[in-house]
């Protein structure tokens, strides 16, 4: 069950540290290739203790043409519709929270989607819980609209979501969860938020040209859409190991 | 029907020659600052449009605004819309509530004895969870007052005393407003900001959007980010605009018309006689809010009023850039703001537009009167003249909230036209409003639980702000309708959501 897996705690890719090389080099042409244009661009390490293996032992040259390792998320789902703001996945009056304190950041799970309007009558975390039961949120429309608050990834992936699939992000939430490798956001091609319930058990599994949904309560599977742009960063493993791997930041030592 | 008054079809397009005329005079107004400035800045391939590419061949691929800011900021020759480049950042901006976090990040991925970039080219700037005796808050801002002592940053607008903030001569308040009333705000420039308002910069015809407290800590280490350039919506607003009309119903209108998702990604830009005529705390208005219909960056081309308000606050150079005549647009919305009426946005979405007349009925609680959108002094002074007009009193509890210390003292001090020359601050005293208070973010976006004004009941407010999706401003059941501050205003006098022609003529 995913409620059982380790949260991730903090994205350290020390291990991307030995490949960079070791001089500053200013970035001055265009290097990269990247395949769609759905997104904004990303960053950030953490995706690698998440179940994705970096690649930066390949190579330095552009391995634009390989995408995610494959990657599986089992568990029970908690669905939403259109629009759901930043506010609504966490207030901003709890987001005083300073995220580079582990305590503060295993905490803020108790807030994930705290500021749903009281229809929704089942919780995504209990009162007096920091994880929820649910691993993969579905959304419909511009989900994470609003804020350009980190808390709201954060907050998501501290109460133990893997990943979001929705009909479509809101640009900032969209890059800061690939930048803090809080959790995977996924685009599906339909409107898969009308055909899910909340409780039911779905897999995710993330291919190299795209993914699937499988709603194992009624049978039915969703395509996902590739990742996109965010691909060859997060394979790296994150900006920061992205741009060490590209020569422009130095390592650290 | 709202829709029924404008004109509005999306097509793809190449600039219209009216455009180069209107902004024929700016351009030369650009040429005698590139030229003064030249030797300063490093050498890039991509010119301002010092003459018309037609006569010069110059411009052989036609750029937009945007696209030219980030060509030069990535030391290309250009930029395509989907490109992903590595951009100089001139200003990178954070607050009390992204800022911790930040240079966290910074520290944990350069070290802990790591230096920023560059010292002056970061502004600080708490605004957002002030006054309230949360101590995770305050905390906070002891957080950020340490790395600025640390990393010697030279912009940090600090608070110490929370009782009365005259007592803190360097504290500003709301990041946004004062970003551009301390110069912080120039054409051609790049400015990041940890707050999805940073796109307010826009209106000084620079390429301004709000990042995770990520990319803050990579720009904080490295000057530089890595941006896709997006594609560039044009709205073209011509006409007078009506005196009732303010720029908060223009964007709210614009809203209405693409969606909260109608710009996802992309850049609006705009222009036409109508935006020319807006003063810079109007244009601010209108870029604001971009970032609520999804809008990466929102821009306005530099004009003289632009460049008079630059020139009083800042002596660093700077050099604007237009849109080329022959710019790729994905799509430009025409209206003719002459016809346009107030409208407000219903509750839970700024897309949830309606006039504001339709909305008589709508029985309020309270207004508030604030924020980076609504709260800067030509707001308050708006609020002002309607009271003035009226001579009447407010029938709901109405909360005034000065962006900025600078903001806060024009209320006390400038007179409203036509008031006989009383200040806003005697105005709203005879209307019966609430004392100004301590200029911050305040209850905009709810805060901790004694944040001042904050919705702490199920209430209906009509307010000035930004967001009014569920539990904005704190309650999870509230209802906030956005308006203009006339808007706000005449609302107040008669506790129901009322267009301000009631009151004006």
């Known amino acids: 069950m995913a409620t059982s897996l380790p949260t991730l705690s903090r994205p350290i890719a020390s291990s991307s540290i030995n490949h960079s090389s070791s001089s500053f080099v200013p970035i001055r042409s265009p290097f990269l290739k990247f395949n769609t244009s759905t997104s904004l661009l990303p960053s950030s390490l953490s995706l690698a203790p998440r179940g994705i293996t970096p690649r930066f032992a390949t190579s330095t040259e552009s391995d634009s043409n390989e995408t995610l390792a494959k990657t599986t998320f089992h568990g029970l789902c908690y669905v939403l519709g259109d629009n759901i703001d930043t506010d609504q996945i966490i207030p901003a009056g709890a987001a005083c929270v300073f995220p580079s304190n582990q305590q503060e950041r295993d905490e803020i799970g108790a807030f994930a989607l705290s500021g749903l309007p009281s229809f929704h009558k089942t919780r995504f975390v209990e009162p007096g819980e920091i994880k929820s039961?649910?691993?993969?949120?579905?959304?419909?429309?511009?989900?994470?609209c609003g804020s350009s608050r980190e808390h709201a990834p954060v907050c998501l992936g501290a109460a133990g979501a893997k990943a979001v699939v929705a009909e479509s992000y809101a640009r900032i939430f969209f890059r800061n969860s690939v930048a803090t490798g809080e959790l995977f956001p996924l685009e599906s091609e339909v409107r898969v938020c009308d055909e899910c319930k909340t409780g039911e058990t779905v897999t995710v599994e993330l291919g190299e040209t795209g993914g699937l949904l499988t709603n194992h309560t009624t049978g039915k599977t969703y395509k996902l859409k590739a990742i996109g742009d965010a691909g060859p960063v997060i394979d790296a493993g994150g900006i920061f190991a992205y741009a060490r791997l590209m020569g422009m930041i130095p390592s650290l030592t | 029907m709202a829709s029924s008054v404008i004109s509005s079809s999306p097509f793809v397009c190449k600039s219209s020659s009216k455009n180069d005329l209107g902004f024929s005079k700016s351009s030369q107004i650009s040429i005698h600052r590139c030229q003064k400035k030249s030797i300063s800045r490093k050498i890039v391939s991509v010119m301002a449009p010092q003459r018309s590419p037609s006569t010069t061949g110059s411009v052989k691929t036609g750029m937009t605004m945007t696209e030219k800011i980030l060509a030069r900021a990535a030391e290309k020759s250009q930029a395509v819309p989907g490109?992903?480049?590595?951009?100089?950042?001139?200003?990178?901006?954070?607050?009390?509530?992204?800022?911790?976090?930040?240079?966290?990040?910074?520290?944990?991925?350069?070290?802990?004895?790591?230096?920023?970039?560059?010292?002056?080219?970061?502004?600080?700037i708490p605004d957002h969870y002030i006054f309230t005796a949360d101590k995770r808050a305050n905390r906070n801002v002891d957080i950020m007052r340490e790395h600025c002592r640390e990393q010697n940053i030279k912009y940090f607008y600090d608070i110490t005393d929370l009782g009365d903030f005259r007592a803190n001569p360097d504290y500003k308040g709301v990041c946004h407003v004062a970003l551009a009333q301390e110069g912080h705000c120039r054409p051609g420039e790049v400015l990041l900001g940890t707050d999805s308002h940073t796109c307010t910069a826009g209106a000084f015809g620079q390429f301004a959007t709000g990042i995770g407290n990520t990319d803050a800590g990579f720009v904080l280490g490295t000057g530089k980010i890595l941006l896709k350039v997006p594609p560039t919506m044009r709205f073209i607003l011509d006409g007078e605009m009506p005196s009732f009309l303010q720029a908060k119903d223009l964007i709210l209108q614009i809203i209405g018309e693409i969606s909260v998702a109608g710009a996802t990604y992309k850049t609006m830009e705009f222009s036409g006689t109508t935006v020319e005529s807006l003063t810079m705390e109007e244009r601010m208005t209108l870029c604001n809010m971009v970032v609520e219909a999804g809008g990466k960056n929102g821009v306005i081309p530099p004009d003289a009023t632009t460049l008079n308000y630059v020139e009083n606050r800042t002596s660093v150079p700077f050099e604007p850039v237009y849109s080329d005549g022959n710019a790729s647009f994905v799509s430009e919305y025409r209206f003719d703001v002459s016809k346009l009426e107030p409208v407000v946005a219903k509750p839970h979405s700024p897309d949830n537009r309606a006039l504001a007349r339709e909305c008589k009925d709508v029985k309020i609680d309270r207004v508030y009167i604030g924020s980076c959108t609504g709260g800067k002094t030509e707001d308050f002074m708006a609020a002002a003249k309607l009271f003035a007009a009226s001579g009447k009193k407010v029938k709901v509890p109405t909360f005034l909230v000065p962006a900025t210390q600078k903001v806060w003292m024009d209320v006390y001090a400038l007179p409203v036209p036509g008031s006989g020359g009383k200040t806003c601050a005697q105005i709203f005293e005879e209307a019966g409003c609430d004392t100004p208070t301590s200029p911050s973010c305040g209850a905009c976006l709810g805060g901790p639980a004694d944040t001042y004004a904050r919705l702490n009941e199920p209430q209906v407010c009509v307010s000035t702000t930004n967001r009014n999706f569920p539990g904005r401003m704190g309650h999870k059941e509230g209802q906030i309708y956005l308006a203009s501050p006339y808007t706000a205003a005449a609302s107040a006098l008669t506790g129901y959501v009322t267009d301000p022609r009631e009151f004006l003529q």
């Open chain 1, 133 to 144: 039961k649910y691993s993969i949120i579905i959304g419909g429309d511009n989900f994470g």
């Open chain 2, 83 to 124: 490109d992903n480049i590595w951009v100089n950042v001139d200003v990178l901006m954070t607050h009390d509530v992204c800022g911790p976090g930040a240079f966290g990040i910074f520290k944990r991925e350069f070290g802990e004895k790591a230096k920023v970039w560059d010292p002056e080219k970061i502004v600080v």
